[in-house]
């Protein structure tokens, strides 16, 4: 199977995909960190500019679309092709830090900052057509704990409509979405227990 892992920053895809790949024998597959844009000076994700940041979903959805090309008999996607966009997205509408009353529908944009976002939206449509060919199920991990103290590249609110919008997004997919939810061992659980995750192994 192809599995897709999809969830906001911090919220577990990372360890599962890790355990999950041991035990069944399928490739995990991931795109490099979102860092360090090409043809500037090296910077972390936060810092990056607009035009940066397209650049950085750009390279990491080749990157990604790339590597599960190179298993078509099955793998475990430590994100998807969607989830530089969605980041992307909120981070634009938002920005990285927004109050818990924030809303993308209702955020106002600055005029620079839509013209990027109508850019990431068109992106997003070549992710969501990749995502309904290349993935055979998508595993939701919501947001059930907080992130690790001192580590703040985003708000608790920022994870939050991450979350939202990709709910939103994998509904238009007509590709089976299991959230799956509790400790690392009851997520375990929940995922072997979906129809056809064991019978990858």
């Known amino acids: ?51 940066e940041l397209i650049q ?13 090309a190179a298993h ?5 996607s430590d994100g ?8 992307s997205k909120v981070r634009l509408a938002v920005g990285r830090f927004p109050e818990p009353t924030d809303t993308l529908a209702e955020a106002v944009r600055e005029p620079r900052t839509r013209l990027f976002e109508e850019v990431v939206d068109q992106l997003g449509l070549l992710a969501k057509e990749h995502a309904r060919t290349g993935y055979d199920v998508f595993i939701h991990c919501p947001v059930e704990f907080p992130l690790p103290e001192g580590v703040d590249p985003i708000s608790e609110s920022f994870r939050t409509l991450s979350d939202e919008l990709m709910l939103d997004i994998l ?13 690392f061992e009851e997520r375990l659980n929940q995922i072997l227990s979906i129809p056809g995750v064991s019978d990858s192994a």
Do not use: C, Q
Request: aromatic share 6%; charged share 25%.
């Open 1 to 51: 199977m192809r599995i897709a892992f999809v969830g906001a920053y911090g919220n577990g895809k990372t360890t599962l995909t890790t355990e999950l790949s041991k035990k069944l024998g399928l490739e995990r597959t991931h795109g490099s960190a979102m860092r360090d844009p090409a043809g500037g000076t090296p910077k972390a994700l936060e810092e990056t500019t607009e035009p």
């Open 56 to 68: 950085l979903a750009v390279r990491r959805f080749t990157e990604r679309a790339v590597e599960e």
């Open 72 to 76: 078509p008999e099955g793998f475990l």
């Open 80 to 87: 998807s092709v969607l989830h530089e966009w969605v980041y």
């Open 171 to 183: 509904k238009t997919l007509d590709i089976p979405v299991h959230i799956v939810t509790g400790t």
